[in-house]
């Protein structure tokens, strides 16, 4: 993820975004996992700032 030039991951729920979480933690990404959109969204109003540019990927599985 990094040499995507990602540099924060918001991981929401169990499974695969845990498992993505901790793919991109050794990948030197800040990761923040989360149980649910709220968190999800708690945090990142902590993290961006004017300029970034942020991906949301959303699945219901």
Do not use: C, W, Y
């Not at 991109?24 to 993290?47: I, P, Y």
Request: hydrophobic letters at 50%; a negative charge.
């Amino acid at each position: 993820m990094a040499e995507l030039g990602i540099n924060v991951l918001i991981a929401v729920g169990e499974g695969d975004p845990r498992a993505m979480a901790q793919e991109a933690s050794n990948a030197e990404v800040a990761v923040h996992t989360v149980e649910d959109v709220a968190g999800a969204v708690r945090v990142a109003t902590e993290l961006i700032a004017p300029g970034d540019a942020v991906f949301v990927k959303a699945s219901s599985e």
